[in-house]
């Protein structure tokens, strides 16, 4: 027996997380310019970084011969003022999907069972998974989440159930009322993982205060990210926002320095950036509109996108993608979700924008 073969049948039959194809990869591939090449693909914020994160990263540089710190004092009190919560609420992480596995890792036994929806994030899948625990796939309703059927999915063994809203990558969007509706009814020793990586791109009739539920639910979890609207994708920085019981056992399973020091500093920084948070929900908005004009005038299903992102059939899924790659433009297939005649777009600039539509057009043509 070869020693990949005493690793657990579980991990061996990972299929392991397939990310946005990066530029540099597509311009070698196709011999293409790099500064030619438009990526919609990973839901990056197409503004960058604000300005104060990038002042704060450039400070924190010059310290990094020192171990960040492994606390994040500075961060959490930033978060504690925004959110209005003590600073033992929270659990930092590099980037949200380490909340994930900080949840599963704590809560989550092998043998156990995890909960979520078809064409939910990649990533519950491969978090249960890596634990050794089962996977209980709910049929998506609309594309998104059917609230009831995955409440009446719980089985005994059953210790999370994620939630995504808005889900990648359909970008659905669950009202407040029925994820209140749904703690509710969920028994109190499951852990359910609310994951809000795109909570700031929601418009003011969608939002909602998730956080004030804590004091109801010691079982809700929140996840929520520095690499979307915040544009710090590179640095890797995420949080959770917890019952203190809670984050203190998934902090007992955290890696000691999980967040950077630039990290740390560039988002505490970006949390007082009110004026570039707007700039990018407004540009976002925007952006959005004009994706969706143009999808509709070549006459193309999609579904309503509450994220920075929008997904739509083209019925031949790896082939539109193939031809947009060849002409420098990157979008993410979503076959892996179960859905291979769909495109994901990522709402860039107006120029990105219209060169996505003008290579879709051509690609449908091709």
Do not use: C
């Not at 002042?55 to 010059?62: E, H, P, R």
């Not at 193309?300 to 997904?311: D, P, Q, Y």
Request: charged share 20%; glycine share 8%; no cysteine.
């Amino acid at each position: 027996m070869s020693i990949a073969q005493r690793a657990p049948e579980y991990i061996r039959s990972i299929s392991p997380y397939v990310p946005g194809k990066p530029i540099a990869e597509l311009a070698r591939e196709m011999g293409l310019d790099e500064s030619t090449i438009v990526k919609l693909a990973s839901n990056e914020n197409p503004l960058g970084m604000s300005p104060k994160a990038k002042a704060a990263a450039a400070a924190a540089v010059g310290d990094l011969a020192r171990y960040p710190d492994g606390n994040g004092f500075g961060l959490k009190q930033a978060l504690s003022q925004k959110l209005g919560v003590s600073t033992d609420f929270f659990v930092l992480g590099n980037g949200s999907n380490d909340v994930l596995e900080l949840a599963a890792r704590a809560f989550l036994p092998a043998g156990g069972s995890a909960v979520y929806a078809q064409h939910a994030f990649a990533v519950y899948p491969l978090v249960t998974q890596s634990v050794g625990a089962r996977g209980i796939e709910v049929p998506a309703r609309f594309y998104g989440h059917d609230l009831a059927a995955m409440a009446d999915a719980i089985a005994e063994d059953t210790r999370i159930v994620f939630l995504a809203n808005p889900n990648n990558p359909t970008g659905t969007f669950i009202p407040s009322a029925l994820i209140e509706a749904f703690l509710e009814r969920v028994r109190s020793d499951v852990i359910v993982l609310l994951d809000e990586a795109y909570n700031e791109y929601l418009p003011s009739e969608l939002r909602y205060d998730s956080v004030q539920w804590l004091a109801r639910f010691p079982n809700l979890v929140i996840s929520r990210t520095f690499s979307k609207i915040y544009g710090l994708a590179g640095l890797r920085i995420g949080y959770a926002v917890a019952n203190p019981a809670v984050a203190d056992l998934m902090n007992r399973v955290r890696a000691p320095f999980n967040a950077n020091s630039v990290a740390l500093a560039a988002a505490e920084a970006a949390l007082g950036d009110d004026d570039f948070l707007q700039r990018s929900f407004e540009t976002n908005r925007a952006g959005m509109a004009q994706i969706i004009k143009g999808l509709d005038a070549l006459n193309l299903e999609h579904i309503l996108s509450a994220g920075n992102f929008v997904t739509f059939r083209v019925g031949d899924g790896a082939g539109v993608n193939r031809r947009l790659l060849q002409q420098g433009v990157i979008v993410r297939p979503i076959g892996n979700y179960g859905m291979p005649e769909w495109l994901r777009v990522t709402i860039g600039l107006e120029a990105e924008n219209v060169r996505f539509l003008e290579a879709l057009a051509f690609a449908l043509k091709a």
